[in-house]
């Protein structure tokens, strides 16, 4: 049974930063895609960032970008994301997410494993 258990949320004020890690276990996914998704409160799931296959190739949604970094350790068959210059509006629960394949994918839909979200909260 694959399972993706994230941790590193929390409370932090603007301008600080958070380290979100997601642990994947009962597959491996470095020949995969792994990435987050975030949801705030009465909008739908939102693609934040995503890492593909053993090249690493990384996306970002445009409202995050120069501010997140998605990584991985294969070896730990991890995915990380350091967020910077955190704002009130990247407050939101955080899910961390993988697929088999690493194409190039933006709606949750296409995403076949989710961990249980993490909530980051950002004040003004």
């Known amino acids: 049974q694959v399972q993706l258990l994230e941790s590193g949320g929390g409370l932090v004020q603007a301008g600080g930063s958070l380290r979100l890690s997601c642990a994947a276990s009962g597959r491996t996914f470095s020949n995969g895609a792994m990435g987050w998704f975030r949801q705030a409160p009465g909008k739908g799931r939102e693609f934040v960032a995503t890492?593909?296959?053993?090249?690493?190739?990384?996306y970002y949604t445009d409202s995050v970008k120069g501010r997140f970094t998605i990584s991985r350790d294969n070896a730990k068959n991890t995915v990380y994301l350091q967020m910077t210059s955190l704002k009130p509006e990247d407050t939101a629960v955080y899910y961390c997410?993988?697929?088999?394949?690493?194409?190039?994918?933006?709606?949750?839909?296409?995403?076949?494993?989710w961990g249980q979200g993490t909530q980051v909260t950002v004040s003004s």
């Open positions: 997410t993988a697929r088999g394949d690493y194409r190039l994918e933006f709606l949750p839909t296409e995403y076949a494993y």
């Open positions: 890492i593909l296959g053993t090249g690493g190739s990384t």
